[in-house]
């Protein structure tokens, strides 16, 4: 009884002890980055990590993050200010249009890619394809499983208000622990056999 205790007492030290370290690597390698260039290869380290957790697999943190950060450093900018430039314009137009048919259409399209968003993250990890493909891939994936797409924007959700709330946990588990709730739920809704 007191051994199945303590293993799983440090199973749960394990995970929490990876995941601060997962989000500290994350802050480090923005910083690096000189913020702006590094936040979303970072950021994609960081899901890329947890894929590979999700999937049973350990690796050597520190080296799979480098890696992946220098791999994909250039391919994670271009897709994250890509879309952070459809993000402002679409939210822009939705703010801005009078025609309450135009303010609704633009909220949809708002909404579409908020999805999109939740998504891209575990797709981009998961698939070594084109950009624009991992972008139809993360809508093809958010369309086809509402139960999932709901989890995920749930998920988000919840997770900010909890960080919120718990403002001095943000630098230890903000972006780790977000990202392994969603790289979880979608792997679910990815088509198997599919990289």
């Known amino acids: 009884m007191q051994t199945t205790i303590f293993q799983g007492a440090y199973r749960i030290t394990e995970w929490i002890t990876k ?31 947890t894929r590979k957790w999700n999937m049973g697999e350990e690796v050597p943190l520190f ?6 950060y220098k791999k994909e450093f250039k391919k994670s900018n271009l897709i994250g200010y890509l879309l952070l430039v459809i993000g402002i314009l679409l939210k822009h137009d939705m703010e801005t249009f009078q025609n309450s048919v135009l303010r609704y259409l633009s909220g949809f399209f708002y909404f579409v890619f908020l999805v999109v ?22 809508l093809l994936i958010a369309i086809t499983n509402p139960v ?17 709330t718990f403002f001095n946990m943000i630098p230890f588990f903000s ?12 792997h679910k809704a990815f088509p198997k056999g599919g990289n």
């Open 19 to 49: 995941l601060v370290y997962l989000n500290m690597l994350w802050i480090l390698f923005t910083v690096v980055g000189i913020i702006g260039l590094g936040i979303f290869p970072a950021t994609n380290a960081v899901f890329a990590i």
């Open 63 to 68: 080296q799979t993050f480098l890696d992946v």
């Open 117 to 138: 968003m939740v998504y891209i993250g575990p797709v981009f990890a998961h698939y070594n394809t084109t950009i624009v493909k991992q972008l139809k891939f993360s």
């Open 148 to 164: 999932k797409s709901i989890m995920m924007i749930a998920t988000v959700v919840g997770v900010t208000y909890v960080f919120l």
């Open 175 to 186: 972006i780790s622990c977000t990202a392994i709730l969603l790289t979880y739920i979608s």
